[in-house]
């Protein structure tokens, strides 16, 4: 969105950052508050964050699509920077009790050469992309169909990491969902309902479905985000279940849906040649 | 019904339904809402609790069976068990909600004298969900707490 604004505001213990982005657990509430301890050149400790409620804090836009870190770490960045221009030397607690209040706030432009409309809600909606690649290692029980997922690992580029162990986090917990999603996620639809919306009959991926994950995180710094950041929310969520489908088919089973469930493999036809799965073409071929 | 029994080293009484889940007694009589509901049925693991030191889902046991049980609850872990601290070092809490029932369901394989394996450690684990670390980051915990707990 381009009209996404972020604000930042003294307080008689540092400062306060005003966005309307929620925490859920990946770690927003922190790496904002680092990017804006960062920025001033305080301790994180001094470093608070509003309640996202639009009646206090400005309209950030939504928490979605990967952007709160690149799009509100970057309006935070530049806040940070320009109340460290007002301020000087002094700590904002310090300029907070001499001057009172001081309060910055920074809007969302385009980056040079992308073109959008608010109006029509056209055009290049993305400043960048951050990339991924992910393999999966599986094995497959020629009489039960049942699949386990041996291995896993996933290297993926987002720019910066600004907190290296959360950011691993996101792509190990996506990548164990979206391995649940390949191989036993499955959603049955009844009038328009989910019909096994519960833990007993929609299955999810526990401690010993999940595979032990190598995580690459490769660092190539992105100007147009802060500290060198793009987004890594969605994107590992993305690539698992593509590969864990690419290994069943590099097996010799022809899967072309998912959940790839045992009781789905055992009608699912063999693909008539694959490399490295002759056994599955010669058993077709003697058929 | 009058029900006793020890709650994180306390002696409790108090007068409730046999038959209240033990979870509801926790969270809503004892105010110890550290104790988190995941799904109601028993398949999570997020209301885990100890029981005379073993882990067991509260939302399935009624209150009148822990008449005279020791109970612990992740209160009563006081905030500086190895464990909790490499939780957050190691970031094994992304949402939180599974986060109480994983402590105190590895809690006796960190406090064992015996190195865990990574495949003892997911088997202790296998019957706490979550839905946001994938694990890795809960079992790196696991062992970095063991390793602290027992460094000479
Ligand atoms: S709430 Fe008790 S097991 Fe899920
Ligand atoms: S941290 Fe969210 S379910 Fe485990």
């Known amino acids: 969105m381009l009209g996404s604004r972020a604000g930042l505001e003294t307080t008689p213990a540092g400062v306060r950052i005003l966005v309307a982005n929620t925490e859920i657990g990946q770690g927003t509430r922190t790496m904002l508050a680092q990017i804006v301890a960062d920025g001033l050149g305080i301790p994180y400790e001094q470093v608070e964050i509003a309640q996202p409620d639009t009646s206090v804090v400005p309209d950030s836009g939504p928490t979605v699509a990967s952007r709160t870190c690149m799009v509100v770490g970057g309006l935070l960045e530049k806040c940070a920077r320009r109340m460290r221009e007002r301020i000087g030397h002094t700590s904002p607690a310090e300029y907070h009790a001499r001057q009172g209040r001081l309060h910055v706030e920074e809007q969302y432009a385009a980056p040079e050469g992308r073109r959008w409309s608010d109006e029509t809600y056209r055009g290049d909606a993305y400043a960048t992309y951050a990339w991924g690649c992910d393999v999966a290692e599986v094995e497959l029980d020629p009489v039960t169909h049942e699949t386990r997922v041996t291995k896993f690992t996933a290297v993926q580029e987002f720019g910066r990491p600004i907190h290296p162990a959360m950011a691993r986090g996101q792509i190990e917990g996506a990548s164990a969902q979206g391995m649940g999603w390949a191989l036993l996620e499955h959603v049955v639809m009844r009038d328009g309902q989910m019909a096994n919306a519960q833990l007993t009959n929609y299955v999810i991926p526990t401690t010993l479905d999940t595979p032990p994950m190598d995580v690459v995180m490769l660092e190539n710094p992105y100007a147009g985000g802060p500290f060198g950041a793009k987004g890594v929310g969605e994107m590992p969520i993305d690539g698992p279940a593509p590969a864990v489908v690419n290994a069943l088919r590099h097996a010799g089973l022809d899967v072309r849906s998912i959940p790839a469930t045992p009781e789905a493999l055992l009608s699912t036809p063999r693909l008539r040649s694959v490399n490295g799965a002759s056994d599955a073409a010669q058993e077709d071929g003697a058929r | ?152």
């Not at chain 2, 006793?4 to 926790?26: A, I, K, Q």
């Open chain 2, 1 to 152: 019904m009058r029900t006793r029994f020890t709650l994180n080293g306390e002696p409790r009484e108090l007068e409730t339904h046999p038959m209240r889940r033990l979870l509801d007694v926790l969270r809503e009589d004892c105010g110890l809402t550290g104790t988190k509901e995941g799904c109601g049925e028993g398949e999570c693991g997020a209301c885990t609790v100890l029981v005379d030191g073993e882990p067991v889902v509260s939302c399935l046991v009624p209150v009148a069976q822990a008449e005279g049980c020791e109970l612990l609850t992740i209160e009563g872990l006081g905030g500086d068990h190895p464990l909790q601290r490499s939780m957050m070092t190691e970031v094994g809490a992304q949402c939180g909600i599974c986060t109480p029932g994983v402590v105190l369901a590895a809690k006796a394989l960190v406090d064992a004298p015996r190195k865990p394996t990574l495949a003892r450690v997911r088997e202790a684990l296998a019957g706490n969900l979550c839905r946001c670390t994938g694990y890795e980051a809960i079992h790196r915990a696991v062992l970095a707490a063991h390793a602290e707990r027992h460094a000479k």
